[in-house]
């Protein structure tokens, strides 16, 4: 039983380059998450999806594109990285409203 | 937006100590989750608690609904206990989104 995933664990791009972070679950879970973890600001939710081919801004979604074609996968697209994107990344899903939450392991993100 | 403090932002314990920590939001939800960043950066789920009182060894939570607050309570400390503990909660009226607080940061000394 895997859980969820992501790829890959660390990255370094350049500024303006496009990177995309992935997100993988095993559970079917219906509900996905994108958050990213800076300090001084704890964990922001960037966008979310309830269902596949259903997403919806978060917090801070300025920058990054998502989609959802399959129930399994929710990719996080940043299209012209900037340097104010470094950060972790992590992925999560529940079940359906009202249930734990899981998160993947994380992505470290640097922006040079 | 809902606000989610959390108190105390940093704690230092030895070994075997017991300790609270709370978790205050500013308006009423249905979900309420704790969490517990390791030193590694994993984040794994601690409760699910959106009332009530639940334990799991050494660790218990409590939830006020009608009052706002959470706790959670470890006992008798665990060098391994060390790590960042987060309170997430979510609205009825935000769908699914979970909103976090700023955290505890938890030092088990030797």
């Known amino acids: 039983d895997a859980g969820i995933t992501q790829s890959p664990r660390y990255k370094i791009t350049e500024t303006g380059r496009q990177v995309t972070l992935m997100c993988h679950q095993t559970w079917s879970h219906s509900y996905m998450f994108w958050y990213r973890q800076d300090l001084g600001h704890g964990l922001r939710l960037i966008y979310y999806?309830?269902?596949?081919?259903?997403?919806d801004k978060g917090e801070v979604p300025d920058g990054y594109v998502v989609s959802r074609s399959k129930t399994e996968n929710f990719p996080l697209t940043l299209e012209s990285a900037t340097r104010s994107q470094t950060s972790v990344y992590f992925c999560?899903?529940?079940?359906?409203?009202?249930?734990?939450?899981?998160f993947g392991q994380g992505t470290r993100l640097t922006v040079v | 937006g809902i606000q989610v403090e959390q108190s105390p932002p940093d704690l230092i314990l030895q070994e075997g100590a017991n300790s609270t920590l709370r978790c205050n939001f500013s308006d009423s939800v249905n979900n309420l989750q704790w969490f517990h960043q390791n030193p590694w950066g994993q984040l794994i789920n601690l409760f699910y608690?959106?009332?009530g009182t639940k334990q799991n060894g050494r660790l218990s939570a409590t939830t006020v609904a009608t009052e706002r607050y959470s706790l959670l309570y470890i006992s008798s400390s665990q060098t391994t206990d060390s790590g960042v503990y987060f309170c997430a909660v979510c609205q009825e009226t935000s769908g699914s989104r979970l909103t976090f607080g700023e955290g505890t940061q938890l030092t088990v000394n030797p």
């Open positions: 999560a899903s529940i079940r359906d409203r009202n249930t734990e939450a899981f």
């Open positions: 999806s309830a269902a596949a081919d259903i997403t």
């Open positions: 608690i959106p009332s």
